[in-house]
């Protein structure tokens, strides 16, 4: 009794590993182009990684930069010019990037006001933009 349990036992579990191979089968049939899709993209991730990771690890790149000297004002430029305390200090602070809105409620004046101390300062500048008088009064030595 023993060895036909044992033979029925053997052949059910040669059936269901049968099965199971076809069922695997039938899946990789049924969905080889997303696996070799998964495959493909698993290869490209594996050598982008391994590749980045080479290039970058050889290349360090120390450089020295000298921190910048106090900055001192042209005085002279700015008589010169014929800016105002107030113009400078407006150029000061569109330089670092405000509105006029901004600028207005910072030195407690109106829009109106500031965009007539920027209209001065281009035409004492020669500019026609903020970042060029910004550039320009950074060249001349008007703001740092």
Known sequence: MLKHTLIFGAVA????????FIEY???VVAHSVEIYGALVA?????????????LTREKVVVKEV?????FIRDDA???ELGLTPRELE???????GLSNKEIA?????SENTVKTHLARIFDKLGAKRRTQAVERGRAL???P
Not at 13 to 20: D, E, F, P, S, Y
Not at 66 to 70: G, I, R
Not at 90 to 96: E, G, T, Y
Not at 105 to 109: A, E, G, P
């Open 90 to 96: 407006m150029l000061v602070l569109i330089a670092l």
């Open 42 to 54: 698993a290869v490209f991730a594996a050598v982008g990684i391994w590749l980045g990771l080479k």
């Open 13 to 20: 579990g040669l059936l269901i590993a049968c099965l199971k």
């Open 25 to 27: 089968r039938w899946l």
């Open 141 to 143: 030595r008007l703001i």
């Open 66 to 70: 000298q921190a910048p000297a106090e």
């Open 77 to 79: 430029k700015v008589a």
């Open 105 to 109: 409620d910072k030195v407690f004046v």
